[in-house]
């Protein structure tokens, strides 16, 4: 099938290639995983190989995750990433040695081709999810694209994004949810919107990370709680979801040896949290799946 198209799955549900896995169109739950930003290629080689690792110990299905910049940090002296070449190039490699596909954000209409030629899925970040240049540069890239609900949409206005992304004929399409603006520096997820976002015709995702992070709530960076991570993937699974994205990192706390943090850590799993959580998820699915 044509990159950035989508095809009828079992059910009359609609179903999105990315790589080698298959979204959605009740095909089996996907991991969506991998550290905040990519520090070092040694270091996105070893978490990429063991996120996979612990996916296959599990049977689900893995796409491998990391930003090479990340464009919305709190502070101008916030750690971003290796940049655009750079990191572009490290994924490549994930991809070719780990064998997984790779999602990344893109942030700008200029990063769109490059990034297209090594993802297989683009991702438009939440902040920047109702700019239409990029939206549609993203569509005619014809890869597909996660759509990532911005903190201060409602689910029901990304039919809009999904008409902007419609328009450039491609309909490999996903849709994540990933918590509301609730007061200053908090977020609050509303379960009704995954339900909301998948009666668009589209898989839907679960960021269970970013869903419990605490946007600039330590002043210079933004803050989390891991601890109710596990508690909303589980739910999210439990309503039906087609993808489960999670930042992790095998420790999500440590810096920079200049002192910089590395990552959104407060919100980030510890790998070592993983396998029971894939247990967990993989347990209600099949109990979902009759």
Known sequence: MPAGRASEGERGAREVIAGKIRIGGGNPLVLIGG??????????????????????????PFVYKSSYDKANRSSVDAYRGPGLKEGLRILRRVREAVGCPVLS????????????????????????????????????????????????????????????????????????????????????VDFRSLQIMRELGYPVVFDATHSVQLPGGEGTRSGGERRYVPALARAAVAAGIDALFMEIHENPDRALKDGRPLSDGPNMLRLDDLPRLLAEITAIRRALQG
């Not at 550290?35 to 689900?60: T, W």
């Not at 893109?106 to 030629?117: C, L, Q, R």
Request: aromatic share 4%; proline share 5%; hydrophobic share 40%.
């Open 35 to 60: 550290p905040c930003a990519i520090e070092d290629e040694p270091h996105a080689l070893m978490l990429a190989e063991r996120l996979a690792r612990a996916a296959g110990d599990a049977k689900v």
């Open 105 to 188: 954000d893109v942030h700008d209409v200029s990063e769109v081709g490059p990034a297209a030629e090594v993802l297989d899925v683009l991702q438009v970040p939440a902040f920047l999810c109702r700019q239409t240049d990029l939206v549609l540069a993203c569509g005619r890239a014809r890869k597909p694209v996660n759509v990532k609900k911005g903190q201060f949409l409602s689910p029901r206005e990304m039919g809009n994004i999904v008409e902007k992304l419609r328009s450039t004929g491609n309909e490999a399409i996903l849709l994540t949810e990933r918590g509301t603006t609730f007061g200053y520096n908090n977020l609050v």
